[in-house]
């Protein structure tokens, strides 16, 4: 059954319009009388019919509304340093497929690839379009948000005064993962700062101890790319409050 | 510090031939004098400096054995519905990364890819070493291995009797991953069984359970990916026991 992010929302009734609009009428050739899945980031799901298709609109019917339990209940958000080619990519994908509830690129000392202005602008709605996918694949009903290309004062900003913020950083030898996740608040967020593949210079770790209050954490002895830290902490976090697994 | 595997281990001393010495010789472009570190796949590392480098091997005097606890203890293997494109890659690279002690690439009935004979043995080749790069790039000591590809009977013989087996599977709606788990001997090896794109037969999970003794396990509500089930399935598992996170 295809999946759709509802543009407008009625009575009983939703409209698609732009991309998800040409999405159905072009490439899966839909018609009236098909049934589809509409969604619309707010935790409902509506199983729907087709009544009209017009040049900018599809008109579909709400048959039933249902609220799946899909989501995860703990809100943990990737904070991941920009990396060069696919990873983002990568990491965005599998991100929303696992759970996650939104990801900031962060403009890290050490990130290679640089992103300012209209790139950072366009690179950020492609990285959303990704997210809106994957949410569909997974059957999420809420999308996770990719946030503008920050740097670290940004990312401050960005997510809730009450966020618990940790960094997985390969010299932290003795804090394990584990400890902090047993110390945290579920029912606040919690935000997952990972570094680009060249990792994070010292200064920005003390930066985020010291304004974030983040906590270094070792995800195990073993050395783990950026991408692979990035899915990992993310599993491990979303499984260990039962999100996952 | 360049990581090698040893080819022959000596009393004060080891060898790098083939693959290993011509890596370093023409790639890295190391010289007698030069520090390096040898691993062989047994749990000890070794510090040593290049002594004599010849046509076909290069001679390494070791200065230093240790045995870092970088390997997990928990023996995690992935079997793997053979997938289309780079996946199998991908699985394999992370697999290692995270600390998987072995996959098997399996023909499920619903893998699409095609692997028979020549072509068989020469992709298994292939990703052993890409097996082998990733253990590198970890700092593991073991390099996991990359079984021959394989069908259900030789993915059963492969592994020793009291292997416990799980599988990942979406259908599965009761029985989460977590509790299985708990139930577990981690003295005794356990194998991730992850289908290809399309998901296994029913008559596979069937059969899986009844000469495997496996059990069907839900990785929780949404729906993954072949490749991140596998990678996400594996990270729950090392990090319940303790050897991620």
Redesign the interface.
Same mark, same amino acid.
Not at 137 to 140: A, N
Not at 219 to 225: E, N
Not at 242 to 245: A, I, R, T, V
């Given at each position: 059954m295809h999946r759709f992010k509802i543009t407008e929302l009625g009575e009983n009734v939703f409209w698609l319009r732009e991309t998800e609009r040409d999405h159905l009428v072009r490439v899966l050739r839909l018609a009236p009388g098909d049934d589809i899945i509409g969604f619309d980031n707010t935790g409902a799901e509506y199983y729907a019919t087709i009544i009209k298709i017009e040049d900018k609109s599809v008109t579909c019917r709400i048959l039933e509304e249902s609220h799946?339990?899909?989501?995860a209940e703990t809100n943990v958000y990737l904070i991941a340093g920009l990396s060069k080619g696919e990873k983002m990519e990568w990491v965005i994908q599998?991100g929303t497929? %696992?759970?996650m509830s939104g990801l900031i690129p962060l403009r890290a000392k050490r990130s290679v690839m640089q992103l300012e202005g209209r790139k950072a602008i366009e690179r950020a709605e492609r990285w959303q379009k990704i997210a809106g996918e994957a949410a569909k694949? $997974?059957? /999420?009903v809420q999308e996770p948000q990719v946030f503008a290309v920050s740097d670290w004062a940004e990312v401050q900003r960005a997510l809730p005064q009450e966020t618990q913020w940790l960094i997985p950083y390969e010299e932290e030898k003795t804090r394990?993962? /584990?400890t902090v %996740?047993a110390s945290l608040d579920s029912s606040l967020p919690i935000a997952l700062i990972i570094g680009p593949e060249g990792g994070f210079d010292y200064s920005e770790i003390s930066w985020a101890q010291e304004h974030l209050g983040a906590k270094s954490v070792s995800?195990? $002895?073993?050395?783990? /790319?950026a991408e692979?830290a990035a899915? =990992?902490?993310l599993?491990?976090t %979303? =499984?260990?409050y039962?999100? %996952?697994?």
């Open positions: 799946p339990e899909v989501e599998k497929e %696992l759970g694949q $997974s059957h /999420r394990r993962m /584990r %996740l995800l195990g $002895s073993r050395i783990l /790319r692979t899915i =990992a902490a599993t491990i %979303l =499984a260990y039962g999100d %996952l697994g």
